[in-house]
């Protein structure tokens, strides 16, 4: 699907007096993608139409990305999507959802989960979470490596480069993170260059970065989500992804327990573009999994069931 196609069949929420562009397709259960930096939900559309013909999909572009909104002075931060997210899906009245996530969408899935965990514990009401499926990402800073055009953004001068970035720099570095025989051709090149210039995104790049020292600041938080999650997670991983690959794999097993982590081999850092089949495919498990773990729960709770006289 052309993005001119994508951005015609979209949506618009206000948030905090922000238009907030979104997608929502499909019937069944609620299944919510979150995509990464410095893209937008289109980052689905290989994958979207399988995905609509099994759930009612909804994918927002977070603020200052994609269509949406991208004010220039905005405190941009992974809390703040957060609560973007659940105040869509509270407008939407979803009550539940499957949640699937890449990249920086990821570490807002993070900061969900912490939030459902702490809820739940406080037996306060909340949107339901009922699996999540993580895409390459930097789940742990210290396995993460920056592109030298992101350490070059949170540095005193990101705001310089914010402002020269060009769509010859954006290509070079964007195209590094896919792994060789999956690099995007010029025309798709050119559509995720539109995005990240659309409503001035090149220039606020440096604010939005800041998300990386977000990610170290409250390691301790979202690291705990993943390690604690009373839901099903499961990792589907390109191992070739320069940024976040197998290093942020290796990290993820050392510090899960009983990891569930889908390891794609020549795939790099965007999984639903390179390997489209395979992440379906691993979504489908995970669902299949949730499925017989409740079939199973409520069979238990039946047994368990005193029997009337």
């Known amino acids: 699907m052309r993005l001119e196609a994508w951005q015609a069949a979209g949506r618009w ?12 397709e499909g019937r069944g259960e609620a299944l919510l993608c979150l995509h990464g930096f410095p893209t937008a939900s289109w980052d689905w559309h290989r994958i979207w139409p399988e995905l609509t013909r099994r759930f009612r999909v909804i994918a927002p572009d ?28 509270c407008a939407l009245r979803v009550r539940s959802c499957h949640l699937l996530a890449h990249d920086y969408g990821a570490t807002v899935a993070q900061e969900l989960l912490a939030r459902f965990l702490q809820r739940r514990q406080q037996g306060l009401d909340c949107i339901a979470m009922d699996s999540v499926c993580l895409l390459n990402g930097g789940l742990f800073p210290e396995a993460h490596r920056p592109l030298p055009i992101q350490r070059l953004l949170r540095s005193p001068l990101g705001g310089l480069a914010s402002r020269l970035m060009s769509r010859a720099g954006f ?3 964007f195209s590094r993170i896919f792994a060789p025989a999956n690099r995007p051709s010029p025309a798709e090149l050119e559509q995720f260059w539109t995005l990240v210039r659309h409503g001035g995104g090149a220039r606020i790049a440096h604010r939005v970065i800041r998300y990386l020292d977000e ?3 409250h390691r301790e938080r979202w690291v705990s989500a993943l390690q604690h999650a009373m839901v099903p997670v499961r990792l589907i991983w390109g191992l070739d992804d320069p940024v976040s690959g197998a290093g942020v794999a290796a990290r993820y097993r050392q510090l ?3 990891p569930d982590l889908i390891e794609l081999a020549g795939v790099g850092h965007y999984p639903q573009l390179e390997a489209p089949a ?3 495919a691993g979504l489908q498990g995970l669902l299949e999994r949730c499925r017989r773990t409740t079939v199973a729960g409520a069979a238990e709770a039946t047994s368990a069931r005193p029997a009337s006289a």
């Open 256 to 258: 899960i327990a009983a």
């Open 215 to 217: 990610r170290r600041r």
């Open 171 to 173: 290509r070079r570095s």
């Open 13 to 24: 929420f206000r948030y905090r007096g922000h238009a907030v562009f979104y997608r929502d």
């Open 62 to 89: 977070f603020l200052g990305f994609g269509f949406s909104d991208k004010p220039r002075h905005h405190p941009y931060s992974i809390f703040d999507q957060a609560t973007l997210v659940e105040s869509l899906l």
């Open 278 to 280: 395979a992440v379906l």
